[in-house]
């Protein structure tokens, strides 16, 4: 599925056995996906690109927020975003990305990647099982708070941060549980 928009709303979904990503996000302004279960496609569960640029206008998904989701057993990244709120020295400070109360489990690589993005959130999920790190921050600025309900992983080291520009960095109620 390929999307591409200013508003989109996607509830109660089941994507699945797709050739490349379940979703691939190329733009939005706003976006809210909930209550899907996204599984057993050959590269990411959801994927959302870089941003980029033509002669007119710089093309930034500025407010996303996915929730209730189950997102296993895909071939690389379960959820893996760039770009949200921020390109290059472009930033905007009203963007925010919000990942909470899902299950991203048995996924090739990373649990959750997020890229050069703005504001970023992720609270309250199930993260296990990945054969990447369960969580990989690279280059998010502003607020950072990880809530996890439980966190297990094949590496030894479960979250990545690097390059983060946060004042701050909040990990509360994690439960990290060892692969034996």
Known sequence: MLVNGTHLNF????????HY?????????YLYFANSTL?????????????????????????G??????????GKDGISLRNVGEYGSICIPESYLYIAHSVISHNQGHGIYVDDSYNASVFN???E???GFGIFFDDVWIALLVTLSLLKTSKMEYISLSHIGA???IIQYLTIMDQE
């Open 65 to 74: 927020k996915f929730e209730h989701l189950n997102v296993s057993y895909n």
């Open 21 to 29: 990503a379940g979703v691939y996000l190329e733009y939005f302004k």
């Open 125 to 127: 999920n199930t993260v």
């Open 167 to 169: 004042e701050s960095i």
């Open 11 to 18: 509830e109660y979904l089941e994507i699945y056995e797709n």
């Open 39 to 63: 599984t057993h496609n050959h590269y990411e569960g959801l994927y959302k690109k870089k941003a980029w640029e033509d002669s007119y206008y710089v093309y930034i998904s500025t407010y």
């Open 129 to 131: 099982e990945n054969t």
